[in-house]
């Protein structure tokens, strides 16, 4: 699919990784909707990106939000052939903290967000998606959900992060094999430690502690190196159903 032919929405738009995959495709002719619960920076970004895009207050856990912000997004765009899904939360937390143990509602509000946010996103998407009309090879869209490599190496504190970004990578191939009657490839992007808004805040030592960590090229990720990475899976029509990892070779410490 060439990047001036998409037409995208992503959530977690307004900040981030999801910002930054907004203005890499905007950017290269594609047109975006940015999906999202704040409403400040939704103004903002659409003000950086222009006419390509366009704001949408949906909140990912909301399946009727999901369906009607989508339908509104494709209406405006002419179509939707792309979901990109990088709205998320940390949900730190130990399971047995100095406190007590873990209280179930932190565990299921992480879980809801980053696992069912994602999966509302992508069966709404296919739902228009499989209606488009196909392409030579019968391609109809593309379905990209994030991951982080703390699915495989979850730190502690990281329990509640670690199970919900470990489903995601868990439907991936199912959901691939199921769309394929449908001609819809569904991927996954494992980051790293990447350089977002969340790090911002961090002491130094702490930062050059996390850059020491990732063993080539020893710093933190960019934002433009996930929108690359997503840019290449919506272009090469041979990804599908696998996670790619992006993380500079980093195998996270227990803690």
Same mark, same amino acid.
């Given at each position: 699919?060439?990047? &001036?032919?998409?037409?995208?929405?992503?959530?977690?738009?307004?900040?981030?990784?999801?910002?930054?995959?907004?203005?890499?495709?905007?950017?290269?002719?594609?047109?975006?909707?940015?999906?999202?619960?704040?409403?400040?920076?939704?103004?903002?970004?659409?003000?950086?990106?222009?006419?390509?895009?366009?704001?949408?207050?949906?909140?990912?856990?909301?399946? &009727?939000?999901?369906?009607?912000?989508?339908?509104?997004?494709?209406?405006?765009?002419?179509?939707?052939?792309?979901?990109?899904?990088?709205?998320?939360?940390?949900?730190?937390?130990?399971?047995?903290?100095?406190?007590?143990?873990?209280?179930?509602?932190?565990?299921?509000?992480?879980?809801?967000?980053?696992?069912?946010?994602?999966?509302?996103?992508?069966?709404?998407?296919?739902?228009?998606?499989? &209606?488009?009309?196909?392409?030579?090879?019968?391609?109809?869209?593309?379905?990209?959900?994030?991951?982080?490599?703390?699915?495989?190496?979850?730190?502690?504190?990281?329990?509640?992060?670690?199970?919900?970004?470990?489903?995601?990578?868990?439907?991936?191939?199912?959901?691939?094999?199921?769309?394929?009657?449908?001609?819809?490839?569904?991927?996954?992007?494992?980051?790293?430690?990447?350089?977002?808004?969340?790090?911002?805040?961090?002491?130094?030592?702490?930062? &050059?502690?996390?850059?020491?960590?990732?063993?080539?090229?020893?710093?933190?990720?960019?934002?433009?190196?996930?929108?690359?990475?997503?840019?290449?899976?919506?272009?090469?029509?041979?990804?599908?159903?696998?996670?790619?990892?992006?993380?500079?070779?980093?195998?996270?410490?227990?803690?």
């Amino acid at each position: 699919m060439q990047l &001036d032919q998409i037409k995208a929405v992503i959530t977690g738009g307004v900040s981030g990784l999801g910002l930054a995959v907004a203005r890499h495709l905007a950017g290269r002719g594609a047109k975006v909707a940015l999906l999202d619960i704040n409403d400040e920076k939704g103004a903002a970004a659409v003000a950086e990106l222009g006419a390509a895009a366009s704001y949408h207050r949906a909140d990912v856990t909301n399946e &009727d939000g999901i369906v009607a912000s989508l339908k509104q997004a494709a209406g405006r765009m002419g179509g939707l052939n792309a979901a990109i899904s990088c709205a998320g939360i940390l949900g730190a937390g130990r399971v047995l903290g100095k406190e007590g143990p873990m209280p179930l509602k932190n565990f299921q509000t992480t879980v809801m967000v980053n696992l069912i946010g994602s999966f509302n996103v992508a069966k709404a998407a296919a739902a228009i998606m499989q &209606d488009n009309v196909p392409a030579a090879d019968g391609e109809r869209g593309v379905i990209v959900n994030t991951a982080s490599i703390a699915a495989y190496e979850g730190q502690i504190g990281q329990a509640a992060y670690s199970a919900s970004k470990g489903g995601v990578i868990g439907m991936t191939l199912p959901m691939a094999r199921e769309f394929a009657r449908i001609g819809v490839r569904v991927m996954t992007v494992a980051p790293g430690v990447f350089h977002t808004p969340m790090v911002d805040g961090m002491p130094q030592q702490v930062y &050059d502690s996390l850059c020491a960590q990732v063993p080539y090229p020893s710093r933190l990720g960019t934002p433009e190196e996930f929108a690359a990475t997503v840019a290449f899976i919506l272009e090469n029509r041979y990804m599908n159903g696998s996670v790619i990892r992006v993380d500079g070779a980093i195998r996270l410490a227990p803690k």
